[in-house]
């Protein structure tokens, strides 16, 4: 019984992972296996928690040197789709200056993805709203040009909750 249990196992495994590789495109499958950037940071220069109407919830951390950032990571509660997302939003968020971070979408995470499915495309929003949401924190402790610059909305166009909480 063993190894036919083991072997069922590999079988449903390899439904899934060929399931997720056709819905999701092998960027996003490897990400989904693999991803990166993932963890709570101590004492970060910048963070927000951003819940989106979905109800996934995104935490994005960032230390700052230089002007620019050298450490960034990501938390969520959400789903694959999220974390592959809050992933990849961390990763572009290294090396670049506040006002560079503003300039991420949701869009650009997608694009990088080569897309999602419809009813994911929301977690690329979140991602980037998140990772601006952390950037105003930054600035806000720093007292920058873009501090205050006021809630993100998310992918209906509402404003979430809980943007630069510690």
Same mark, same amino acid.
């Given at each position: 019984m063993g190894k036919d249990f083991d072997d069922l196992a590999a079988e =449903? +495994?390899? +439904?899934?992972?060929? @399931? &997720? #590789?056709? *819905?999701?495109? @092998? /960027?996003?499958? +490897? #990400?989904? =296996?693999? %991803? =990166?950037?993932?963890?709570?940071?101590?004492? %970060?220069?910048?963070? *927000? #928690? /951003? &819940?989106?109407?979905?109800?996934d919830t995104m935490e994005i951390f960032l230390k700052f040197e230089g002007g620019k950032v050298y450490e960034a990571s990501f938390l969520t509660t959400g789903c694959g789709a999220s974390a592959v997302c809050g992933s990849f939003a961390a990763e572009l968020a290294l090396g670049k200056t506040p006002e560079a971070l503003f300039e991420i979408t949701g869009e650009t995470i997608l694009d990088i993805l080569g897309g999602l499915p419809d009813e994911e495309r929301h977690c690329a929003v979140l991602a980037a709203n998140t990772l601006r949401e952390s950037c105003n924190d930054y600035m806000t402790r720093k007292g920058g040009d873009h501090a205050n610059s006021g809630p993100v909305p998310d992918h209906d166009g509402q404003y979430a909750k809980g943007g630069g909480e510690d």
């Open positions: =449903l +495994q390899n +439904q899934i992972y060929e @399931e &997720t #590789r056709a *819905a999701y495109g @092998e /960027v996003a499958f +490897q #990400r989904w =296996l693999k %991803p =990166l950037y993932m963890g709570k940071m101590d004492s %970060p220069d910048g963070h *927000a #928690r /951003v &819940t989106g109407s979905c109800g």
